[in-house]
């Protein structure tokens, strides 16, 4: 099992940044990518952001450029940092791990971007 716990997301203007952090724990052995998805009202889920346990990165088009995906293997840790924050980026942020068989997901942490 693997349990992934985000923070970092909260209330910001247009142009602002946030940086959002997920910590994950378990039996991590079997997880080469770890990612970033975002779920706003009335959407799908889609993909912001994934690395590999190698640090090799990519990003949905809207976001290149403005956030940036990191991996600290020694904690466990992924981060995404949003800089040039626009309104619609407004959506739930959860955190992703694949392994083989099976993904796991954080809880989501709410980002919210104002005009």
């Known amino acids: 099992q693997v349990q992934l716990v985000e923070s970092g997301g909260g209330l910001v203007q247009a142009g602002g940044s946030l940086r959002l952090s997920c910590a994950a724990s378990?039996?991590?052995?079997?997880?080469?990518?770890m990612g970033w998805y975002r779920q706003a009202p009335g959407k799908q889920r889609e993909l912001v952001a994934a690395?590999?346990?190698?640090?090799?990165?990519n990003y949905v088009d809207s976001v290149k450029g403005r956030f940036t995906i990191s991996r600290d293997n020694a904690i466990n840790t992924v981060y995404l940092q949003m800089n040039s924050l626009k309104p619609e980026d407004t959506a739930v942020y959860y955190c992703?791990?694949?392994?083989?068989?099976?993904?796991?997901w954080g809880q989501g942490t709410q980002v919210t971007v104002s005009a």
């Open positions: 378990g039996i991590l052995r079997k997880i080469n990518v």
């Open positions: 690395i590999t346990k190698g640090g090799s990165a």
């Open positions: 992703n791990a694949e392994s083989v068989s099976v993904d796991y």
